[in-house]
Structure formats: C-alpha cells, structure tokens
C-alpha cells in the first residue's frame, strides 16, 4: 500500500510513519524542509518538499497514493484567521488534491479533541452529537472536520486527547523538568479535572487501523486509553517516575485567566504564534477532557496498549536516553 503522511516530521507524524514502515507500506511524506527530513529519506520515505497552501506540491505528493494521513496541523497562531487557513483551508486543499488524484480510497484525518469541547465529570464524549470548541484551535480543527465530512473520498476521523510519549519536545517534557528539576507540579484549580490520554504509540496504532479498517470509513472517534486520569494524579504518578514526592501548587483560576491574557496580549502586540492565549483558560479550567475509544475499538482492531504506568516509564526513558532530563 502506498500512504502519503503529512506532518512526517513531528511528534506524532513521525511515529505513524514508523508504524506504516513496518507493515511493508510505501510512504510518501509531505516536508518543508528536505535537510529536516533526512532521516526519513534514508528510509526510503519519498519526500515532497512543500506544505500545506502549495497546491502543486499536494498534487505531487498525493499522486498514486492509496491513503492519506493527514496529521500535520498548527497549534499555536497569532490570531483565529491564522488557525482557519492553515487547519481548515489547508486541510480542504489536501483534499482536492487527493480526489484529483484518482488512487486514494480512505483520507485518515488526526483532529483533537479540542474540536468536540469539554465533557461533564464523569461522563466521556462518544461522537460529535455534542460539539462545544472552547478556542480558536478548537473551532478551527472543527471547520477541519466539516471539510473532510463533506469530501467525496472515505474517510475517518480520529480526534485524540492530549498525547504523550517518545520525541515529545513540548508539553510533557516541560512537566517532567519541572518535576525532576524543582520537585513541584503545578495544577490548576484543585487537581480534579479528568483527563484522557494517549501514548503517541497507540495512537500512531489508531492511525494505522483507522486506514485499512472498512468499519471505520465514514467515523468520527475519539482515541484514547479508557481509563481517565485527574490532573493531580498526572502529575503525582510523574512524580514517581522522576524520583520525586513533589509538591503540587494549585493555580487559582483567575491567576490562570490573568497569566494568559498577558502573555496572549504579548504574544499578539509582536504578532507571534502561541498557544498560550487567553481563551486557552476554558480548556484549564473545565471539569473534564474525556472521551470514550470504545466505537472505534468495536469498529477496529484496535486498542490501547499503554496505561498510564507503563507510558511514563517509556516517556521518561526516551528523555533520559535523550539528555533531556
């Protein structure tokens, strides 16, 4: 099978690439830097140098393929105009290229679970029956979702939580130093909110399923590992895996709501991307981030692998074995 992977490059992009290789597949990657792309070249991974608003690269790169993974997106922007080209704009002119091309019969779109809104305690979103974006970010990969809805190819949608793992440069790696480093982790509001998470192994797994999987065409999902964990026991149990009894420190909502709108206000007077703007604060401070990866499992073979035990421990191995911690 040949599988065009946009976004090859980053966190997520770079390991289902790897799960692709290893089922025998023909990938084709979609890069804007050639010199970045290296490793993936000397893979045997065909690049095309380009990105998402350059039609002609799209129509190169989606030529002959059988799949599209579509998993490169922005996060971070300086305003929602920024977010909507790139994620809904660019996302529609992938797939146009990819009707045009005539060989790709399933379009496999990574969103977020940003684009269905929050959840209530205790109660994990199942579809898109229910979609409250609370950001920018979030209302733009939902514009994305609509696009690929309306598209004349198959396709499905996998909207992940908040991923973790092995090349994670950003997020978690912040967590972790802050845990290893100073002993403290802080959280906001009391610790209580419910979070779903995902080892980028198992969803680069999902991706891969979700592309050779006739159960799946045509479905909306939210992947994830079933069991939520509370940002308190998050940061508790990293805690553990760095050797460290931390000290967690609550940050008050309106501390949070306050430090946001600076550094967005910052952030858009040197009209720089960021994701830390202020309407970032309703993602903080809602009850819960869940949703529930039991139709996609029905629906595939999939499942997830990783608890959260077991995705620390690996998480924290490959920032050691990287000098990062």
Same mark, same amino acid.
């Given at each position: 099978?040949?599988?065009?992977?946009?976004?090859?490059?980053?966190?997520?992009?770079?390991?289902?690439? %790897?799960?692709?290789? *290893?089922?025998?597949?023909?990938?084709?990657?979609?890069?804007?830097?050639?010199?970045?792309?290296?490793?993936?070249?000397?893979? =045997?991974?065909?690049?095309?140098?380009?990105?998402?608003?350059?039609?002609?690269?799209?129509?190169?790169?989606?030529?002959?393929? @059988?799949?599209?993974?579509?998993?490169? &997106?922005?996060?971070?922007?300086?305003?929602?105009?920024?977010?909507?080209?790139?994620?809904? @704009?660019?996302? *529609?002119?992938?797939?146009?290229? &990819?009707?045009?091309?005539?060989?790709?019969?399933?379009?496999?779109?990574? /969103? /977020?679970?940003?684009?269905?809104?929050?959840?209530?305690?205790?109660?994990?979103?199942?579809?898109?029956?229910? %979609?409250?974006?609370?950001?920018?970010?979030?209302?733009?990969?939902? &514009?994305?979702? /609509?696009?690929?809805?309306?598209?004349?190819? +198959?396709?499905?949608?996998?909207? +992940?939580?908040?991923?973790?793992?092995?090349?994670?440069?950003?997020?978690?790696?912040?967590?972790?130093?802050?845990?290893?480093?100073?002993?403290?982790?802080?959280?906001?509001?009391?610790?209580?909110?419910?979070?779903?998470?995902?080892?980028?192994?198992?969803?680069?797994?999902?991706?891969?399923?979700?592309?050779? /999987? *006739?159960?799946?065409? =045509?479905?909306?999902?939210?992947?994830?590992?079933?069991?939520?964990?509370?940002?308190?026991?998050?940061?508790?149990?990293?805690?553990?895996?760095? =050797?460290? @009894?931390?000290?967690?420190? +609550?940050?008050?909502?309106?501390?949070?709501?306050?430090?946001?709108?600076?550094? =967005?206000? !910052?952030?858009?007077?040197?009209?720089?991307?960021?994701?830390?703007?202020?309407?970032?604060?309703?993602?903080?401070?809602?009850? &819960? !981030?869940?949703?529930?990866?039991?139709?996609?499992?029905?629906?595939?073979? !999939?499942?997830?692998?990783?608890?959260?035990?077991?995705?620390? *421990? %690996?998480?924290?191995?490959?920032?050691?074995?990287?000098?990062?911690?």
């Amino acid at each position: 099978m040949k599988a065009l992977v946009t976004g090859a490059t980053g966190f997520v992009g770079s390991h289902v690439v %790897d799960r692709l290789l *290893a089922r025998g597949h023909e990938i084709t990657a979609l890069v804007r830097s050639a010199e970045r792309a290296r490793p993936l070249a000397e893979r =045997g991974v065909r690049l095309v140098i380009g990105d998402l608003g350059d039609e002609a690269a799209l129509r190169a790169a989606t030529e002959g393929q @059988d799949v599209v993974h579509h998993v490169a &997106a922005l996060t971070g922007a300086v305003d929602e105009a920024a977010f909507l080209a790139a994620n809904r @704009d660019g996302t *529609a002119r992938l797939l146009r290229a &990819a009707e045009a091309a005539g060989s790709v019969s399933r379009f496999v779109h990574v /969103s /977020s679970g940003a684009a269905g809104g929050p959840a209530a305690l205790g109660t994990p979103k199942v579809d898109a029956g229910d %979609d409250r974006p609370v950001t920018m970010y979030g209302r733009s990969k939902l &514009a994305a979702e /609509s696009v690929v809805r309306d598209a004349a190819l +198959p396709w499905t949608i996998l909207r +992940p939580p908040a991923v973790y793992g092995p090349r994670d440069t950003a997020n978690f790696l912040t967590v972790f130093r802050a845990a290893k480093r100073f002993g403290i982790a802080p959280i906001f509001g009391d610790g209580s909110q419910e979070l779903s998470l995902i080892h980028v192994v198992d969803l680069a797994n999902a991706c891969v399923a979700a592309g050779e /999987s *006739a159960g799946a065409v =045509g479905g909306l999902y939210y992947v994830n590992h079933p069991e939520p964990v509370t940002s308190r026991e998050l940061v508790t149990a990293i805690g553990r895996e760095v =050797g460290r @009894d931390l000290t967690i420190v +609550p940050l008050p909502h309106a501390l949070t709501r306050l430090a946001l709108r600076c550094t =967005g206000a !910052w952030a858009e007077f040197r009209r720089q991307p960021t994701i830390l703007r202020a309407d970032k604060v309703h993602e903080f401070t809602a009850p &819960a !981030w869940t949703g529930d990866p039991r139709p996609f499992m029905a629906d595939t073979d !999939w499942t997830a692998t990783y608890d959260l035990a077991r995705g620390l *421990a %690996d998480t924290a191995a490959w920032y050691r074995n990287a000098g990062l911690l």
